[in-house]
């Protein structure tokens, strides 16, 4: 069967792409239902993976991600599901927490990943201080789950990422990334570690425990998976998602067309063949006829799978997107954790954003809205009423507006605020 579409493919039009790809990631239509912890799980599945950063100006990432899918939810769903052992977490795209279902499969590509930072630096700190850590495998053993904060620290010293911290906190995260050790919780967002054999057997029903496969039998897994959860997309998109390294190639894109698995497809104007995934082609078939229509309108958080790649943002919503948090304040263009905005299917601009829980105050420093964009009151009914549920989900509801890029897009946007509830 896959042969015979291969020699007369689908054409989908750049703009049903662009629905496609956010219908596979949960974006398309605005959520139908109240948000549950079985929906919530439901997402992360969707997305295969669900990016884990800690800047809470706005929300942490991985809440604010699931909060453009499911609406207001009570974040602590997301800590209840990894405590009981519906998900874990892994080095995958980044650091992110997966459904255990999938255990097996990321144990197994470990190996395949031993390129990734992570896990360069987990092996290298593994082999350079192979006593230190064997001591400290052996404390979690015999006492039990730990914390980074349960060790003082002696060196005076502080700062971000593994050169700052605390030797116990890199030997764990060491530890973690071998896979001798996993979180088995987080209290207060710090994760708390133990032993594997332990979190697995906690787990119980939620792991799906299958045959030791090859790093490159689950590679193919992993592109599946990927083609799956952009709903369609060229080979050069694909290896970014589970950062599988290379470009992936026509032999690794072969057996899972032959057995029709991902099926190609035709983008207009794009210049290489794109790939739908089996389980996705009655959307695909539905956007080949027009047929894809978008409702929501959202913030995202810059590490959501949609921004995850900036060619891919750039092809598919002419939105150059790049994440200013880690750039030098002098450098930054739009701000510091600036949220992309999705409106009925396209990114229109962009929100410096700053949540004062405290004063239940939602600030919006700025908003710079695409060139080219009618600053309309249609547009600033949409983007005001995105700004005000998720000031609402924070406890933020009185909304400040700082200044727009245009101009113009200032009183249209104030007026349609004031008008939701939002206050402005």
């Known amino acids: 069967m896959s042969r015979a579409i291969a020699r007369d493919p689908m054409t989908i039009s750049p703009a049903q792409a662009r629905l496609l790809h956010l219908a596979a990631q949960g ?23 669900l990016q884990i950063d800690t ?37 995958a795209h ?53 914390r980074s904060a349960d060790f003082a620290r002696t060196d005076g010293q502080g700062g971000a990422g593994w050169w700052g911290w605390k030797a116990e906190k890199r030997w764990l995260e060491s530890l973690f990334g071998t896979g001798e050790l996993m979180v088995s919780r987080r209290d207060n967002f710090q994760r708390v570690y133990d032993l594997t054999e332990r979190v697995l057997q906690a787990a119980g029903k939620h792991r799906v425990e299958r045959p030791l ?47 029709g698995v991902i099926v190609p497809v035709r983008v207009s104007g794009w210049d290489k063949p794109a790939y739908v995934h089996a389980e996705n082609l009655p959307l695909a078939r539905r956007a080949a006829a027009g047929g894809l229509r978008a409702t ?15 060619l891919r943002a750039s092809t598919l919503f002419e939105f150059d997107y790049r994440i200013e948090c880690y750039t030098p304040e002098a450098k930054r263009r739009y701000g510091y954790f600036v949220l992309p905005i999705l409106r009925r299917g396209r990114l229109v601009g962009r929100l410096d954003a700053k949540a004062h829980r405290r004063e239940g105050v939602f600030e919006v420093k700025a908003v710079f809205l695409q060139d080219g964009l009618t600053a309309d009151d249609a547009l600033a009914a949409d983007v005001a009423d995105a700004i005000r549920h998720c000031a609402d989900w924070h ?30």
């Open 296 to 310: 929501h309108s959202t913030l995202l958080s810059p590490f959501d799978p949609v921004v995850w790649d900036r």
């Open 213 to 259: 496969q090859t790093p490159q039998a689950v590679k193919q897994e992993w592109i599946a998976r990927s083609v799956k959860a952009l709903g369609v997309t060229p080979a050069r998109w694909i290896a970014d998602y589970f950062r599988l390294g290379r470009q992936i190639g026509s032999d690794e894109l072969e057996p899972l067309l032959t057995c």
């Open 55 to 91: 800047i809470n100006v706005v929300a942490r990432s991985p809440y604010l991600t699931l909060f453009s899918r499911l609406g207001n939810y009570p974040t602590v769903w997301l800590e209840q599901a990894l405590a009981r052992g519906s998900l874990f977490e892994t080095w």
């Open 94 to 146: 980044e650091a992110c927490f997966a459904p255990m279902a999938d255990f097996d499969l990321h144990r197994d590509y470990r190996g395949g990943r031993s390129s990734h930072w992570a896990m360069r630096h987990a092996m290298r700190i593994r082999t350079s201080h192979r006593r230190e850590t064997d001591e400290l495998l052996a404390h979690v053993a015999e006492r039990g789950a730990v």
């Open 395 to 424: 406890g933020t509801p009185k909304v400040t507006l700082g200044r727009s890029e245009p101009g113009s897009f200032s009183a249209p946007l104030r007026r349609a605020l004031r008008a939701s509830g939002g206050r402005a």
């Open 27 to 49: 974006l398309l239509l605005a959520p139908r239902a109240a948000a549950t912890p079985a929906r919530l799980l439901a997402a992360i599945a969707r997305m295969q993976l």
